[in-house]
């Protein structure tokens, strides 16, 4: 099976470019407005972009009659956006808040989560979740899409501050993902939790380039 996308009606019933970049990590993403109105809401297109220093991005896809989302509107007008880590125990509450709410309404009580002060962001955290990062909004890369729909704002941010609790921590130092179970999503409606690791090393990695691909500070 092949078909060019945009040129050939899908040969399948479900596309499956929704489901072959798998699993995504969960950008569950909390925004105050230059108003004071905090926002939360999941996207799937997240993911981490270097080290030196730690940043990152996430794309967000406007609303179906063209109106861009509030997550990237705050981050533009305030200058930060924090992310929360999205767990199997959150799943629940990941749901409700990925609803289309009116503008106004907060997210964090539609979900029934807390929030949680942050040090350097203005917006608050989901206080339920295990490790969060504080962004400094960096700049937004607005890629034109074939539909009101299909524009998507690639939004990049410097991570200047990372929470962790405690009890997620591992007496090795690392963090106990299994214990977390981070959800992550496989398309379609379908997502998963990790409940499970194994360790790869580059053969021949040693060094400053080992230590520095586990991570060592």
Same mark, same amino acid.
């Given at each position: 099976?092949?078909?060019?996308?945009?040129?050939?009606?899908?040969?399948?019933?479900?596309?499956?470019?929704?489901?072959?970049?798998?699993?995504?990590?969960?950008?569950?993403?909390?925004?105050?407005?230059?108003?004071?109105?905090?926002?939360?809401?999941?996207?799937?297109?997240?993911?981490?972009?270097?080290?030196? =220093?730690?940043?990152?991005?996430?794309?967000?896809?406007?609303?179906?009659?063209?109106?861009?989302?509030?997550?990237?509107?705050?981050?533009?007008?305030?200058?930060?956006?924090?992310?929360?880590?999205?767990?199997?125990?959150?799943?629940?509450?990941?749901?409700?808040?990925?609803?289309?709410?009116?503008?106004?309404?907060?997210?964090?009580?539609?979900?029934?989560?807390?929030?949680? =002060?942050?040090?350097?962001? =203005?917006?608050?955290?989901?206080?339920?979740?295990?490790?969060?990062?504080?962004?400094?909004?960096?700049?937004?890369?607005?890629?034109?899409?074939?539909?009101?729909?299909?524009?998507?704002?690639?939004?990049?941010?410097?991570?200047?501050?990372?929470?962790?609790?405690?009890?997620? *921590?591992?007496?090795?130092?690392?963090?106990?993902?299994?214990?977390?179970?981070?959800?992550?999503?496989?398309?379609?409606?379908?997502?998963?939790? *990790?409940?499970?690791?194994?360790?790869?090393?580059?053969?021949?990695?040693?060094?400053?380039?080992?230590?520095?691909?586990?991570?060592?500070?």
């Amino acid at each position: 099976m092949h078909y060019s996308p945009g040129q050939e009606p899908c040969p399948l019933p479900f596309s499956p470019f929704k489901s072959c970049t798998v699993p995504r990590p969960i950008g569950w993403l909390s925004t105050i407005s230059k108003d004071g109105k905090p926002n939360l809401a999941p996207y799937s297109q997240w993911q981490n972009l270097s080290f030196d =220093p730690p940043m990152v991005m996430f794309a967000a896809n406007p609303y179906s009659d063209g109106r861009r989302k509030h997550t990237v509107i705050n981050a533009e007008e305030t200058g930060w956006f924090v992310w929360n880590m999205a767990t199997y125990d959150l799943r629940e509450a990941v749901n409700i808040s990925s609803m289309e709410w009116p503008e106004g309404v907060d997210e964090f009580e539609k979900a029934g989560v807390t929030k949680a =002060p942050c040090l350097d962001a =203005p917006g608050p955290r989901v206080a339920e979740s295990p490790a969060h990062f504080e962004c400094r909004y960096l700049t937004t890369h607005r890629l034109k899409g074939n539909s009101n729909h299909g524009w998507v704002d690639v939004v990049y941010g410097e991570v200047t501050r990372i929470h962790v609790k405690d009890e997620v *921590i591992k007496p090795d130092g690392k963090i106990d993902i299994p214990l977390i179970r981070p959800l992550a999503r496989l398309g379609y409606y379908d997502y998963t939790s *990790i409940t499970e690791t194994f360790e790869m090393r580059i053969p021949g990695a040693t060094g400053a380039a080992a230590a520095g691909l586990e991570g060592k500070a």
